[in-house]
């Protein structure tokens, strides 16, 4: 059996396509089942936590924002390991960890343990910090041209898990009755080990050793710079206003009679909607450039918000989900295409981890606060919050377009 290695070679442009298209497919499906952990906590967590928690339910959603927080606390870890060992060992590190995780996590529900629940949550979401670095690592061996269509790709793989995440829900939620969503999380362990099976198969090339004196720019100087700024406000909208409302929703389909089957649904629409256009969305940034991608996005997600203020129904809930996942898809993957514009690849690893870093600093404040919101002053605020983020967004996208063509003219 031959064994597959990651080997010391000069730079992934000396690869063609046919090397970055195998990895971008084994990532693909690595991503379905990352993202159906990210999901099976998003549409159980809290509903686990109002389960286990006496009185006031304002803590429910502090699972989701575990997971949140581990993903942020992983990334720049998740950098710096790949950079180190290599983006295979670390992926298949955070696949044993995700085993754990899961693992962890239907032991608390047995247990009745609400912080040990929260802990393994934190775990998972660790782990899915480098499940985030998928979309990098598709780029890695690729050609420039066919750089955006492989970071589409792989988030397309999340299309797969918007089906395979609720329906393991739906599914396994029953398995250990009465300990409801205990076997969920057996189940969650499972995946993982599929995707350690799958990331052991990927072939990514080591950077080259860098020069003395070509170790890249400082992050403050490559921060200072105005697509970078911008883009990371925009993805940090994109992804903090999404994880806001889809964090509340689950509660909010309860309190409003909806059952636990029509919350995993609408989350299995709302994940299909944030990875289903991923199909195409590189090719929607070849033709129509990044920043109409990413204001398409921001403009989708306050059209979520005004259908949700606009009724509390089951069509309301789903098709809000589905706004808001469609809002995501072209917003994210829009802002990280523009991303990749202000490094060179000597920095690729560290400006990827720092806007991952701060990406999910802000989506786990914003996940923490859902719950507080929802409990305080209930689902129309939670939804109001959105409109004045995005319109700062969109001025922003709006000064660095003008700003850059002014200095193409002098």
Known sequence: MTQVSETNTSSPSDYDDSLAKRNALLLA????????????????????????????????????????LGTAIGTL??????????RRLGFMGAALLSIFGGLLAAAAIFQ?????????????????????????????????GFR??????????????????????????????????????????????????????????RPAAVKAGASGRPMRQIMAQPRFIVSVACGVTSYALMSLVMTATPLAMIGCGLTETDAALGIQWHVLAMFGPSFFTGS?????????IVATGLALLAACSTVALSGIDLAHFWGALVLLGLGWN????????????????????????????????????????????????GWATVNWIVFPFVLTSLALLAWLLRNEKIGKQC
């Open 284 to 292: 929607l940034i070849a033709r129509f450039g990044k920043e109409r």
């Open 112 to 144: 009745g343990s609400f912080w040990l629940f929260t802990l393994a949550c934190c775990f998972s979401g660790f782990s899915a910090a480098f499940v985030q670095q998928y979309r990098f690592a598709a780029a890695d061996t690729a050609s420039e």
């Open 77 to 86: 870890p998740a950098g710096m390991i790949s950079r180190r060992f290599g």
């Open 330 to 377: 072209f917003g994210f993957i829009g802002a990280t295409a523009m991303l990749a514009d202000t490094c060179r690849p000597e920095e690729r690893n560290m400006v990827q981890a720092t806007n991952d870093f701060l990406v999910f600093g802000f989506v786990a404040s914003a996940s923490f606060a859902s719950g507080q919101l929802l409990e305080t002053f």
């Open 148 to 205: 955006p269509k492989a970071i589409s790709w792989v988030m397309a793989g999340g299309v797969l898990a918007g089906v395979v995440g609720p329906q393991t829900v739906i599914a396994t939620k029953d398995i250990f009755s009465p300990m409801l969503f205990a076997g969920t999380y057996v189940a969650q362990a499972g995946l993982g080990m599929i995707a350690l099976g799958l990331v052991a198969f990927l072939r990514i090339p």
């Open 29 to 68: 499906f690595a991503q379905s089942l990352g993202g159906a952990t990210a999901s099976i906590v998003i549409a159980t967590g809290p509903l686990v936590g109002t389960m286990m928690l006496a009185g006031s339910k304002s803590l429910a959603t502090l699972p989701v924002s575990a997971m949140v």
